[in-house]
Every structure is written in structure tokens, then in C-alpha cells.
């Protein structure tokens, strides 16, 4: 960037004389800030003489990118394997239009990053997930020289750390694919990063036994077995508890992952009650990548539509099957390699002998 300290003197300056501004200039205390700027590229060693755009406009507010290194993982208590970095959550957030006093829950909410920046928006959060050991800040430490997590780890403790506490309500532990809302309550908006099946688990409460009973003295120590959660099915549930329970007008954002050659918009959950406002990709990868969708509720669904989203691709298993492909590639690659070699070294030692 450039600074035009002697701007006022120049023909620049002259170029703005029509504009119909009247009263006392005050560069120490300004009513007003007008800026005018030159953009030269993004090649610092090399710019054009003359700039490609300039840009004048009156300043309205400042951006808040000072929050991304305030409330930045390595600092923070309490994370995660899979904590969403501030950056991406504050964007979530923004996209979900959450403004002081909405209610705001994240069913999938791990360390609870996603929180944190709804609360800085000023949304009162919740959030629900099926990791006991995470809400409860047991699980296994995230940083790599820490053995043993802290007394004090918790969703609680970020949100003190940041003072955002008055905008805490709680967090649950909840399989998502058995929901124990009541029926008539209404979030502002849902913001959500869910399980992906790679580094994290998408499993749900469940059994492939048959007539499957527990003894009464067995029900209070019972941990429940799991199922896998099939990618499809969790982004259908998503979607019609979306269109359950969020207000007219409020939002879900979510990601999405997919595979990049595969990818097409038809393939991405749908309901008649939410309608997809904005897909944003962001790559992950050569073959992977994920889409942050932003939805937002446009009816009421009725008996019909309840539970009547749509999700075809499945990320998971092609995800698995690309990794295989490839190690399989690999593997036949390197052992030609080997076999060259070995053929080199071979005629290699018949001429020595000869
Ligand atoms: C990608 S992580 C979310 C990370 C979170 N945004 C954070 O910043 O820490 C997905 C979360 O979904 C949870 N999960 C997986 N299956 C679930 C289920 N059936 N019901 C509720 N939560 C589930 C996992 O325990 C995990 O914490």
C-alpha cells in the first residue's frame, strides 16, 4: 500500500472539485472519512505506472480481522481435533446473519468454536453432540506437547475467556439422529460442521441385533452401542430438523464435502421448506474440497414434507475408495520402480563379470 501524502496538492485532488461539498475541512477530528484509493496489482516488485482501478467511497465501518488472531486456536483453552479455525467461523456466522439476542444452536458442536463466534455476534448459543468425553472436556488432549487435558477445559471456559459467558445457555449431549427437542421450539439460525466420517466418527445410537432388550438392572450403566450414521441420511436429517425448527426466515449453514470431479449442484441436500441462498467452495485437496450452504427456511413443512430432504452423494465411501485407488496406484508404481532397478543392478553386475 501507498500513502499519497501530498494528495491535496495534486491534480488527483482537482479531479474531485465537482463534487458538491460544502463546510470547513477538520483533518484532525473528521464528521466524515472519504477515501480514494489506487490498486496497482498484486505484484509489489513490479507495478504499472498508471493503477488498474481506483476507488472512491465514503468509510462506513471498519472489518474486524483483529478477531481472527483475538480468538485464535492457539490460544484458546479449550479445542479439538476438528475445531473450526476463527476465520471460517466468524464467516459461518456472518452468513447466518446472526444478530444480538437470536438463538442459535449447533448440534454437531465438538469444542464449540462455532459458538464462540455466533456469541460474538451477539446469538445466545447451544449446542448438542454425541461426544461425551469432548463436552465434558475429557477427551484425548489436541495439542501435540500437552499429555493430559486441563481442570478446567470446556465450551464454558472459552466462552469466559472471552467473555462472552452471559451468551452461553449450555451444551447436550445428543445423538442427532434422535432428536429430544420439543416439537414447537424455534432457533434464529443453525451453524454447523458435521462429522465427515474421516477424522471424526458419523455414527449414531443403534444395533444390529434383533429384539434387542436390556435388564433393568443393566439400564443405568448402559452405554448405548453405535451404528455407522450414513452421510446422506445425517444431511436429510439435517435439513428436515432445519425445516423444523428454525424460524421463518432463519438460516442453516453448514458444510458440505465433496468430491471435486463429482461435484454438481443437483447433488446437494434439498427440502422444500429451506432454500439454498449461497454455495461457497473452499479446496481441500487435488480430489476433495467442501461447500459452506447457506439455507434459509421459506414455509412451514406439513405432515408430507417433514422428513422429505434429498442427499445422493456419499463423501465418505468415495472418499475411502479414492485413498485406496490410489495406494494401490502407488504400490504398483513403486514396485516397477523396484523391479527396474533390481533389472539395472542385475545387468549392471553381468558386465562387471564379463
Ligand atoms: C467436525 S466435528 C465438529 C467440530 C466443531 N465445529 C468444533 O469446532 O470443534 C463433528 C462433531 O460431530 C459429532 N457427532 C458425530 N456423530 C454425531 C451424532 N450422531 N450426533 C451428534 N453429534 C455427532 C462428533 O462427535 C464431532 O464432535
Given at each position: 500500500?501507498?500513502?499519497?501524502?501530498?494528495?491535496?496538492?495534486?491534480?488527483?485532488?482537482?479531479?474531485?472539485?465537482?463534487?458538491?461539498?460544502?463546510?470547513?475541512?477538520?483533518?484532525?477530528?473528521?464528521?466524515?472519512?472519504?477515501?480514494?484509493?489506487?490498486?496497482?496489482?498484486?505484484?509489489?516488485?513490479?507495478?504499472?505506472?498508471?493503477?488498474?482501478?481506483?476507488?472512491?467511497?465514503?468509510?462506513?465501518?471498519?472489518?474486524?480481522?483483529?478477531?481472527?488472531?483475538?480468538?485464535?486456536?492457539?490460544?484458546?483453552?479449550?479445542?479439538?481435533?476438528?475445531?473450526?479455525?476463527?476465520?471460517?467461523?466468524?464467516?459461518?456466522?456472518?452468513?447466518?446473519?446472526?444478530?444480538?439476542?437470536?438463538?442459535?444452536?449447533?448440534?454437531?458442536?465438538?469444542?464449540?468454536?462455532?459458538?464462540?463466534?455466533?456469541?460474538?455476534?451477539?446469538?445466545?448459543?447451544?449446542?448438542?453432540?454425541?461426544?461425551?468425553?469432548?463436552?465434558?472436556?475429557?477427551?484425548?488432549?489436541?495439542?501435540?506437547?500437552?499429555?493430559?487435558?486441563?481442570?478446567?477445559?470446556?465450551?464454558?471456559?472459552?466462552?469466559?475467556?472471552?467473555?462472552?459467558?452471559?451468551?452461553?445457555?449450555?451444551?447436550?449431549?445428543?445423538?442427532?439422529?434422535?432428536s429430544f427437542w420439543r416439537d414447537d421450539i424455534k432457533f434464529d439460525s443453525?451453524?454447523?460442521?458435521?462429522?465427515?466420517?474421516?477424522?471424526?466418527?458419523?455414527?449414531?445410537?443403534?444395533?444390529?441385533?434383533?429384539?434387542?432388550?436390556?435388564?433393568?438392572?443393566?439400564?443405568?450403566?448402559?452405554?448405548?452401542?453405535?451404528?455407522?450414521?450414513?452421510?446422506?441420511?445425517?444431511?436429510?436429517?439435517?435439513?428436515?430438523?432445519?425445516?423444523?425448527?428454525?424460524?421463518?426466515?432463519?438460516?442453516?449453514?453448514?458444510?458440505?464435502?465433496?468430491?471435486?470431479?463429482?461435484?454438481?449442484?443437483?447433488?446437494?441436500?434439498?427440502?422444500?421448506?429451506?432454500?439454498?441462498?449461497?454455495?461457497?467452495?473452499?479446496?481441500?485437496?487435488?480430489?476433495?474440497?467442501?461447500?459452506?450452504?447457506?439455507?434459509?427456511?421459506?414455509?412451514?413443512?406439513?405432515?408430507?414434507?417433514?422428513?422429505?430432504?434429498?442427499?445422493?452423494?456419499?463423501?465418505?465411501?468415495?472418499?475411502?475408495?479414492?485413498?485406496?485407488?490410489?495406494?494401490?496406484?502407488?504400490?504398483?508404481?513403486?514396485?516397477?520402480?523396484?523391479?527396474?532397478?533390481?533389472?539395472?543392478?542385475?545387468?549392471?553386475?553381468?558386465?562387471?563379470?564379463?
Amino acid at each position: 500500500m501507498r500513502f499519497l501524502e501530498v494528495f491535496f496538492m495534486d491534480d488527483t485532488f482537482q479531479t474531485f472539485s465537482y463534487l458538491p461539498f460544502k463546510g470547513t475541512v477538520n483533518l484532525n477530528n473528521p464528521d466524515t472519512h472519504l477515501l480514494y484509493l489506487e490498486y496497482y496489482g498484486i505484484d509489489s516488485n513490479d507495478p504499472p505506472s498508471e493503477p488498474y482501478y481506483v476507488f472512491f467511497g465514503r468509510w462506513i465501518t471498519s472489518g474486524f480481522r483483529q478477531l481472527i488472531r483475538e480468538l485464535s486456536l492457539k490460544t484458546r483453552k479449550f479445542i479439538g481435533n476438528t475445531s473450526m479455525d476463527p476465520q471460517l467461523s466468524l464467516l459461518m456466522a456472518n452468513q447466518a446473519q446472526v444478530k444480538l439476542g437470536d438463538l442459535v444452536l449447533d448440534p454437531f458442536v465438538g469444542s464449540g468454536s462455532l459458538l464462540v463466534a455466533v456469541a460474538y455476534f451477539g446469538g445466545y448459543v447451544v449446542g448438542s453432540d454425541i461426544d461425551y468425553l469432548m463436552l465434558h472436556g475429557k477427551s484425548r488432549p489436541s495439542r501435540i506437547k500437552q499429555k493430559k487435558r486441563e481442570e478446567n477445559e470446556s465450551i464454558k471456559a472459552n466462552m469466559e475467556q472471552y467473555s462472552l459467558q452471559d451468551k452461553y445457555i449450555d451444551v447436550l449431549i445428543n445423538d442427532f439422529a434422535t432428536s429430544f427437542w420439543r416439537d414447537d421450539i424455534k432457533f434464529d439460525s443453525i451453524i454447523t460442521d458435521p462429522p465427515y466420517g474421516i477424522r471424526e466418527a458419523t455414527e449414531k445410537v443403534g444395533i444390529h441385533k434383533e429384539n434387542y432388550s436390556i435388564s433393568e438392572k443393566h439400564l443405568s450403566t448402559h452405554i448405548p452401542a453405535k451404528i455407522q450414521y450414513e452421510f446422506s441420511e445425517l444431511y436429510q436429517d439435517l435439513l428436515a430438523f432445519s425445516a423444523k425448527h428454525l424460524r421463518i426466515g432463519g438460516r442453516l449453514v453448514c458444510w458440505f464435502p465433496v468430491f471435486r470431479e463429482d461435484y454438481s449442484e443437483e447433488g446437494l441436500p434439498t427440502h422444500e421448506c429451506v432454500k439454498l441462498v449461497s454455495n461457497s467452495e473452499q479446496v481441500l485437496s487435488k480430489y476433495t474440497s467442501r461447500r459452506l450452504l447457506t439455507y434459509e427456511k421459506i414455509c412451514e413443512p406439513n405432515e408430507e414434507n417433514l422428513n422429505s430432504a434429498n442427499t445422493i452423494a456419499n463423501f465418505r465411501n468415495k472418499y475411502y475408495k479414492a485413498r485406496d485407488e490410489n495406494r494401490r496406484e502407488r504400490r504398483v508404481k513403486e514396485a516397477n520402480i523396484r523391479e527396474k532397478n533390481r533389472l539395472e543392478a542385475l545387468q549392471r553386475q553381468t558386465k562387471l563379470s564379463n
